[in-house]
């Protein structure tokens, strides 16, 4: 943790670029419970935002990299049994897949991850913890009769 001198001035520094020049700011130190409050309701309030937004939240291209080595990874098994080819058939893009498919597919793993994340945090309100664990997320798939 920084020393307190440098928070105050911190302080003053954006207390000034608020206020604009020729404005002096009196720097009023805070409790930490009342910076502790701020921060869970900005936490609140994003969290909020996120339930409500219906953009996706992982990364397009990350996701787009993701598809793309699992489909890599089923073409390499495929090759272990399939008999040779003729020089003529494609050999570099077995398959190939329309942006909207993959939107689809993006959309279905996010809404299929937020339904584990819910039930794994009910799991940890049920064990009295606030903490998502890899516990919870095991339990939950139990209960599923899947595996992650």
């Known amino acids: 943790m920084a020393p307190c001198w440098i928070q105050e001035i911190a302080e003053v520094a954006s207390k000034a670029w608020r206020f604009g020049p020729g404005r002096a700011a009196v720097s009023v130190p805070q409790s930490t419970d009342e910076v ?30 993701l598809v793309k080595d699992i489909l890599e990874q089923l073409n390499e098994e495929e090759r272990k049994f399939e008999v040779p080819r003729y020089a003529t058939q494609e050999e570099h893009a077995p398959f190939r897949m329309e942006s909207q498919a993959l939107f689809a597919l993006q959309e279905a793993a996010e809404h299929y991850l937020t339904g584990l994340m819910e039930d794994g945090n009910l799991c940890a309100i049920h064990n009295k913890r606030v903490t998502l664990m890899t516990k919870d997320l095991e339990i939950v798939s139990r209960l599923r009769h899947r595996k992650i």
């Open 36 to 65: 502790l409050s701020k921060n869970a309701t900005l936490e609140r309030q994003r969290i909020f935002r996120l339930q409500n937004s219906t953009s996706l939240q992982i990364p397009k291209a990350a996701f787009q990299r």
